[in-house]
């Protein structure tokens, strides 16, 4: 059974950094991608980055491109989600989504995603 747990958000002032975390456990980690995805109140799940099974690709949605950076450490089964110059325009939900497509190419799309994790309160103050 997939499990992926989040963990590291919290209040932060506009400009700041946050280091979300997500550990996942269940099968084996290094095979799989991995991706962040958000959610704002009243909005739509949106994409906020992937990265794959091996780290060498990345993707990123535009409005967080050079300000947030996606990392994984295949050896402690966790990715990472750096979080540089907040805005209050990143506050929301942050989830952790893995896909079931074993050593593939990168997917951008919530429905590449079947497994996620209960989610993590960011919210950026003014």
């Known amino acids: 059974q997939v499990q992926l747990v989040e963990s590291g958000g919290g209040v932060v002032q506009a400009g700041g950094s946050l280091r979300l975390s997500c550990a996942a456990s269940g099968r084996t980690f290094s095979i799989y991608n991995m991706a962040w995805f958000r959610q704002a109140s009243g909005k739509e799940r949106e994409f906020v980055g992937a990265?794959?099974?091996?780290?060498?690709?990345?993707a990123y949605a535009d409005s967080v491109k050079g300000r947030f950076t996606i990392s994984r450490d295949n050896a402690k089964n966790t990715v990472y989600l750096q979080m540089n110059g907040l805005e209050p325009e990143d506050t929301a939900v942050y989830y952790c989504a893995t896909d079931n497509r074993p050593l593939s190419s990168v997917a951008v799309t919530r429905e590449s995603y079947p497994y996620w994790g209960q989610g993590t309160q960011v919210t950026v103050s003014s």
């Open positions: 990265i794959s099974w091996s780290g060498g690709r990345t």
